[in-house]
């Protein structure tokens, strides 16, 4: 069974900067997508930024400019630094990991970590 473990969440000023790690257990080139989601108190989890090993990476637009995913394959690993936060961007932040296994897709999510931004 995959896990996806993450850290670097915690209370930050407006402005201020956040990176969050993700670390699988086992390679991260077996999937073929890695995302990032949140979920703020009251609302929906929503997609911050997709990449997939064809070679995209998508993100929110209310976040261009300011997340940037990254991974290290060595680490198996996976990133997103936040800079200039907003308090809208509170939220319980979830990375994700997807492989096709035959012929179902299976779905991986880490267990959440709390960003909280303060105003």
């Known amino acids: 069974q995959v896990r996806l473990v993450e850290s670097g969440g915690g209370l930050v000023q407006a402005g201020g900067s956040l990176r969050l790690s993700c670390a699988a257990s086992?390679?991260?080139?077996?999937?073929?997508?890695m995302a990032w989601h949140r979920q703020a108190p009251g609302n929906k989890r929503e997609l911050v930024v997709v990449?997939?090993?064809?070679?995209?990476?998508t993100y929110a637009d209310s976040v261009k400019g300011r997340f940037t995913f990254s991974r290290d394959n060595t680490k198996n690993t996976m990133y997103l630094q936040m800079n200039s936060l907003k308090p809208e961007d509170t939220a319980v932040y979830y990375c994700?990991?997807?492989?096709?296994?035959?012929?179902?897709?299976?779905?991986?999510w880490g267990q959440g970590t709390q960003v909280t931004v303060s105003s």
């Open positions: 086992e390679s991260i080139l077996s999937f073929n997508t």
């Open positions: 994700h990991a997807g492989r096709l296994n035959g012929g179902s897709y299976s779905n991986y």
């Open positions: 990449f997939t090993f064809g070679g995209t990476t």
